[in-house]
């Protein structure tokens, strides 16, 4: 589960959804959609207060899950439109994250120097807190919306679109610079791999495909500069971990 920039004062951002659901869903104690979307508020979208102070996560275990939620098989089928109510209240201090960080223990956890009370916040605090409530619940909203377009995208993808975002996902977690290519990505992955253009469904030959061990090595040779043996080693399973990730999304957008 991963996020970015988590304190009261700057915006926060969240990735991968669609993998922290799946994580979360997994669990068979999570299989209710209420269950599972007060966990998902605990351990995604307030991991790192959940993760420091017990009170936080005890108060956000006992929050009502609305019915929208509740009724669908799976958090996965959330849209925008089913959480936005939440989020976008009329009031400020009744959307969701409201709920949330103006209760006692979450203001004593983010100010521990000021009265863990809104009312006796100074001005300039309240203004911090409202602003940080709006980019929260904003930002929870943005997760939604990418929710829904990884799931169109993983419907649609097809094996040598799907190997180069696995490429790319390669780049970003290694570091390891490109080499000074002679010829498109494209045609280099239509080279090493076969079923190129059908699209990824996770059928057992298509998973072969993509966790073949020699062809991983072959292409990783011809994009990055690769210096060492432990290198490529250290790459091919960067690779085969990010092709996973993405078996098993396809594997259960499609159930």
């Known amino acids: 589960m991963a996020y970015i920039n988590n304190?009261?004062?700057?915006?926060?951002?969240?990735?991968?959804?669609?993998?922290?659901?799946?994580?979360?869903?997994?669990?068979?104690q999570y299989r209710?959609?209420?269950?599972?979307?007060?966990?998902?508020?605990?351990e995604y979208f307030f991991a790192t207060e959940t993760s420091q102070n017990k009170a936080i996560a005890g108060f956000i275990c006992q929050l009502p899950v609305p019915d929208q939620i509740t009724k669908l098989p799976t958090l996965l089928k959330i849209t925008p439109e089913d959480i936005k109510p939440f989020l976008e209240t009329e009031s400020i201090n009744e959307s969701l994250c409201a709920r949330i960080m103006l209760q006692p223990a979450y203001l004593s956890f983010a100010y521990p120097h000021h009265s863990p009370s809104f009312s006796k916040m100074p001005p300039e605090i309240k203004g911090e807190i409202i602003q940080s409530i709006k980019q929260r619940n904003q930002s929870i909203l943005t997760?939604?919306?990418?929710?829904?377009?990884?799931?169109?995208?993983?419907?649609?993808?097809?094996?040598?679109?799907?190997?180069?975002?696995?490429?790319k996902n390669v780049h970003l977690k290694t570091g390891m610079p490109f080499t000074k290519l002679?010829?498109?990505v494209s045609q280099l992955i239509e080279k090493n791999f076969n079923f190129c253009n059908e699209i990824f469904i996770a059928s057992n030959k298509q998973i072969s495909e993509i966790n073949d061990d020699a062809k991983i090595k072959n292409i990783l040779k011809s994009l990055f500069i690769i210096k060492k043996f432990d290198e490529l080693t250290e790459m091919s399973q960067v690779f085969k971990s990010e092709a996973r990730r993405f078996i098993r999304r396809t594997q259960r957008i499609l159930q």
């Open 7 to 28: 304190t009261m004062e700057t915006q926060t951002t969240y990735q991968n959804l669609i993998d922290a659901i799946i994580d979360i869903e997994e669990d068979a």
């Open 143 to 167: 997760a939604f919306e990418k929710l829904q377009q990884d799931i169109k995208a993983t419907k649609e993808r097809n094996i040598k679109a799907l190997i180069a975002l696995i490429l």
């Open 182 to 184: 002679s010829e498109p």
């Open 32 to 42: 209710d959609p209420g269950k599972a979307f007060v966990q998902l508020l605990s």
